[in-house]
């Protein structure tokens, strides 16, 4: 089993910028995908970045070239670095991880990021 605790969220005016991480409770090994999805009010969780384990990313496209996830292996987390923000950024960001040996995934319970002025 694995926990992952977010942090980092907060209130941040337009155009600003948030450092999100997430901490696993142990090592991740095998082969896996971890990032960060997200879940504004009435909508549906949707993907914003992932890290595979041999390093390969993939992020939403209303992301691409304002944030970037990146992993410390030594210390079992990964981040995503959140820049030039808008308001329809705000949503509770969750973290992730999955695959053949992490059964269904393991959640995060979230953080908080609202885009405001």
């Known amino acids: 089993q694995v926990q992952l605790v977010e942090s980092g969220g907060g209130l941040v005016q337009p155009g600003g910028s948030l450092r999100l991480s997430c901490a696993a409770s142990?090592?991740?090994?095998?082969?896996?995908?971890i990032g960060w999805y997200r879940q504004a009010p009435g909508n549906q969780r949707e993907l914003v970045a992932t890290v595979t384990d041999d390093g390969s990313t993939n992020y939403a496209d209303s992301v691409k070239g304002r944030f970037t996830i990146s992993r410390d292996n030594a210390k079992n987390m990964v981040s995503l670095q959140m820049n030039n923000l808008k308001s329809e950024d705000t949503a509770v960001y969750y973290c992730?991880?999955?695959?053949?040996?992490?059964?269904?995934?393991?959640w995060g319970k979230g953080t908080l990021v609202t885009v405001s002025s």
């Open positions: 992730n991880v999955r695959g053949p040996l992490y059964g269904l995934g393991y």
């Open positions: 142990r090592k991740l090994f095998g082969s896996y995908v």
